[in-house]
């Protein structure tokens, strides 16, 4: 059963935006303590990117401060994670997260940044 599904990812210039999207299953979207986005890139461990609990705090990796934002529609059971100025260095993987008794991962989506 498919409970995070990622959507948005694709092909973009140095300086550009992308929008990411999960759309999460309305049981495991309530009662996550914790929703993120986590990416990796070739060569690399997985890494946190941003991640938003249950009362709304949100945190994000130093790296990309400032330029992400990530969010979530409680109508609408979907995670979302605005990515403006990207760099060749964001290009990875990005993965959505949720926290519950156990972890849940979706399948990924390819962000690909050109120089």
């Known amino acids: 059963q498919v409970q995070l599904v990622e959507s948005g990812g694709g092909l973009v210039q140095a300086g550009g935006s992308l929008r990411l999207s999960c759309a999460v299953s309305?049981?495991?979207?309530?009662?996550?303590?914790?929703k993120a986005w986590y990416r990796q890139a070739p060569g690399k461990q997985r890494e946190l990117v941003a991640a938003?609990?249950?009362?709304?705090?949100?945190n994000y990796a130093d790296s990309v401060k400032g330029r992400f934002t990530i969010s979530r529609n409680l109508a609408k059971n979907t995670i979302y994670l605005q990515m403006n100025s990207l760099r060749p260095d964001d290009t990875a993987v990005y993965y959505c997260?949720?926290?519950?008794?156990?972890?849940?991962w979706g399948q990924g989506t390819q962000v690909t940044v050109s120089s």
């Open positions: 997260y949720t926290k519950n008794s156990r972890d849940d």
């Open positions: 309305r049981t495991l979207f309530f009662s996550a303590s914790v």
């Open positions: 938003i609990t249950r009362d709304g705090t949100t």
